[in-house]
């Protein structure tokens, strides 16, 4: 298994370039499935979990081709079967993402679920709603989740999630696309994501308004065609090298950057006393300006602070003199990083969904294991701060999410090596 090794590297200077969302491209290759053409996605990342919607796609009859330049080809012309096989699909939660387009392009999706997948029956049932309003007669069971269209085919209805999930979200606004009359979702995820997504489809020929807002209105229609899109660029990773710049004391100038997408952050690491400006090539970081202060932060689905960002925050925060609360909302069990962090010497305690951080301690490098994506980055901007060699495994975790990670590091002055045991 590979593993990386992170030394104190000292303050990180330099320039990194942001590529193209994660959390944005995997909905627009799911929603290719609704175009009777050729879809090209531009600035597609590489990523494990770009590869696993590939290979799903692939296995339901979509051709895929992407070059040197990250431009991927879609065609799902000859869309051959609308039932995704459980060994793929459980290795990533947003595969369920295939379910809204194949519904509403072919009356039927059937996505195989095995025992101990994490796409279980409830962190779903905001999905299975919206199909079911639509129309749909939805099955689940212990294998699989199964969604039938009426005889006349999906059609428009008012939806209202009872919490703003992005997934949810973007699969009825791919579903309700193609939906006989119009759809409003109520209490829509206003990520930037849902945001590219919608500007997808209406190049395909949807008719979406209201993305980005609380009140999505989708007026269906017969049929979607091809489109040339750019994926945005991605707010998490931007996130991360900011937190990375701060942990380090550094002074990083971060491209390819939506400075609205990452206002929350930014405020924070203000308050904090992190410089953050906005200038003509970029976003300029620099940690190492003035003593920084401590500050609480809460997570909220957007335009609140990000839960994918609290993990790192918190590792910048073990590292500030102070007192800092951390307040999870949108995941229920978000806090594994903290046993970890706590191995190379912070000083955190947990409460239910609250993290209470005693800031200002020496990290230590150890040996410790990345729980998830975000808390996997968390760890290494912990171990670039820390005395010693940190010892970060099960780094396909964060393969999953950064591309080109350790060489966007180093080029930063970050001592990390990839070992492949
Ligand atoms: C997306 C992001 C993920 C991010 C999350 C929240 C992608 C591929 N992933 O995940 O990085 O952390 O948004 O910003 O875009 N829930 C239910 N029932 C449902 C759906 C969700 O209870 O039917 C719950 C979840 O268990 C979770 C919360 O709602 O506690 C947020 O989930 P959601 O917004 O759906 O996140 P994802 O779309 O899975």
Redesign the pocket.
């Known amino acids: 298994m590979a593993k990386f090794l992170v030394e104190n590297s000292g303050a990180l200077s330099g320039e990194v370039h942001v590529s193209g969302a ?2 944005a491209v ?1 909905p627009l290759m799911a929603a290719s499935i609704l175009a009777c053409d050729e879809c090209v996605i531009q600035e597609v990342p590489r990523l494990r979990d770009v590869a696993v919607m590939k290979e799903i796609l692939a296995s339901i009859g979509g051709k895929l081709d992407q070059d040197e330049a990250g431009s991927l080809k879609i065609d799902f012309r000859d869309l051959t079967s609308t039932e995704a096989d459980g060994n793929l699909v459980k290795k990533m ?2 595969s369920f993402l295939i379910m809204g387009p194949l519904l509403a392009r072919k009356g039927h999706a059937k996505v195989y679920m095995p025992g101990g997948c994490t796409i279980g029956a ?6 299975l709603k919206g199909f079911e309003a639509l129309g749909a007669d939805v099955v689940v069971n212990d294998k699989f989740t199964e969604a039938f269209a009426p005889p006349g085919g999906l059609k428009g209805a008012s939806i209202y999630l009872d ?1 703003p ?4 979200t973007e699969n009825i606004m791919m579903a309700a696309a193609l939906a006989e009359g119009t759809t409003y979702i109520e209490n829509a ?1 206003e ?1 930037p ?1 849902i945001v590219d997504l919608a500007n997808f489809l209406n190049k395909m020929g949807a008719s979406i308004k209201g993305a980005g807002t609380d009140m999505i209105k989708i007026e269906g229609v017969k049929e979607l065609h091809g489109a040339r899109h750019t994926v945005i660029p991605d707010r998490i990773e931007t996130g991360t090298f900011m937190l990375a710049a701060a942990i380090t004391r550094g002074e990083v100038l971060i491209q390819n950057i939506v400075p609205d997408h990452v206002r929350a952050i930014a405020s924070k690491l203000r308050e904090c006393g992190v410089t953050v400006e906005l200038v003509d090539e970029g976003l300029y970081i620099n940690g190492g300006e003035r003593p920084l202060v401590s500050t609480g932060i809460k997570t909220l ?1 957007y335009p609140g602070f ?3 960002m609290q993990s790192p925050f918190m590792a910048f925060l073990t590292t500030v003199e102070g007192d800092s609360t951390v307040i999870e909302t ?3 069990n978000r806090f594994m990083h903290v046993n970890e962090l706590n191995r190379m010497g912070a000083n955190i305690r947990t409460e239910g969904n609250r993290a209470y951080v005693q800031g200002g301690k020496k990290l230590e490098g150890a040996k410790v294991r990345a729980t998830d994506l975000r808390a996997g980055a968390a760890l290494v901007l912990a171990g670039l701060a820390a005395e010693g060699t940190t010892e970060v495994d099960e780094i396909y975790h964060i393969e999953r999410g950064y591309e080109d990670f350790v060489k966007k590091f180093r080029d930063l002055g970050a001592i990390i090596l990839r070992v492949d045991e």
Do not use: M
């Open positions: 994660k959390n995997l939660r947003a409830r962190p779903v049932e905001l999905h919490f999930s992005v997934g949810a995820a990520e994501e689905p990000p839960t994918d949108v995941f229920e």
